[in-house]
């Protein structure tokens, strides 16, 4: 069967997750800073590979600057995520750097709810500024993913992704500031709809960039574009267990197997097979983490006719046999936040 939409492929298999968002309401002259993700993963989302931070502008206006790329001008209803982790620098004015220690960041829970946070030119206080005294009010969120085995639309986006007011959905700025609220209230059921938010609005930025690419884009967004390209990765995602040969992908799309291997590796940097290797370690990962199925039939299912062989390219990617690397994710599943 063949994967129509690989992009929600991989968007189901590297686990999505959040359920962390809190306000920030600024006055005067302010800036803040957030460390790498894999510095604050602790804090906000403990046992989470990788973290993914994301800002909505309710109120005002600011900048957002990472390291290497010039800062970036950010509207009321903008969102600007960060899919590579970056540590970065959100202010009221390009080249702020903030005088405080931003510490708060690691202790912002409390009985495992976000506080909510003011800057008052740079002094940080816990609580929200009434509507009116604040120049600017930002609802901060955090969603998780894996990386490995593989994942390959975190390396497709760009550090800092911006998505204008004008072309973010009309539900996402309400349901983004309810979801601030509902941190602070810690209702039942509170954490199950949290998650649910932070996937719906990292999908749709994901979707509003992979819409906004030129045709010659790179990368595996721009593979997917690619009308022959992208029908040759949704083939092997719809059935990865298939014995794939660059051969066969050739006939199915079209394409010689010399100008598929060539077009393939100009745009996601990886061979067609290499790019199945990776895929069926992905989802045999999947499968590790989601069924009690033995070891040599999660192999046979991803498309290798020995256990042996499929452990020795497991590890390869993940550097843990497969048995070993399902019991360190149980575990982790098991442990208390």
Not at 272 to 284: D, E, I, K, V
Request: aromatic letters at 6%; glycine letters at 8%.
């Amino acid at each position: 069967m063949t994967a129509l939409d690989p992009l929600s492929d991989v968007l189901r298999s590297v686990r999505l997750r959040g359920s962390v968002f809190f306000h920030v309401s600024c006055r005067d002259q302010w800036a803040a800073m957030a460390p790498d993700s894999r510095e604050l993963a602790p804090a906000v989302m403990p046992g989470a590979e990788h973290v993914i931070e994301y800002h909505l502008f309710v109120k005002g206006e600011g900048w957002v600057a990472v390291a290497g790329e010039p800062p970036l001008r950010v509207a009321a209803g903008d969102i600007v995520m960060l899919p590579h982790g970056d540590a970065h620098v959100v202010s009221s004015a390009p080249g702020l750097q903030p005088e405080v220690d931003d510490e708060w960041l690691f202790q912002m829970r409390k009985n495992d709810r976000p506080l909510p946070v003011t800057y008052r030119g740079n002094m940080v206080e816990l609580g929200l500024l009434a509507p009116e005294e604040a120049s600017t009010v930002i609802v901060c969120g955090f969603i998780a993913c894996d990386l490995r085995p593989f994942n390959p639309l975190i390396a497709a986006l760009p550090r800092l992704l911006h998505l204008r007011a004008e072309g973010v959905g009309a539900w996402v700025a309400p349901m983004l500031e309810h979801a601030a609220s509902e941190s602070i209230d810690a209702r039942a059921g509170g954490a199950a709809l949290l998650q649910r938010i932070s996937e719906m609005v990292f999908v749709d930025g994901a979707r509003r960039y992979l819409d906004s690419l030129p045709q010659e884009a790179q990368g595996w967004l721009g593979a997917l574009r690619d009308r022959q390209i992208g029908r040759a990765i949704g083939l092997m995602h719809g059935d990865p267990s298939a014995h794939w040969t660059v051969e066969d992908l050739g006939r199915h799309v079209g394409m010689s197997r010399s100008t598929l291997h060539e077009r393939f590796v100009a745009l996601t940097h990886l061979a067609p097979m290499q790019y199945l290797t990776n895929w069926r370690m992905q989802c045999g990962a999947r499968l590790l983490r989601e069924s009690h199925s033995p070891v040599a039939a999660v192999a046979l299912e991803v498309g290798y006719d020995s256990e042996a062989a499929f452990a020795r390219a497991f590890k390869r990617a993940t550097g843990l046999p497969p048995a070993t690397w399902r019991r360190a994710q149980q575990k982790a599943a098991d442990a208390p936040a």
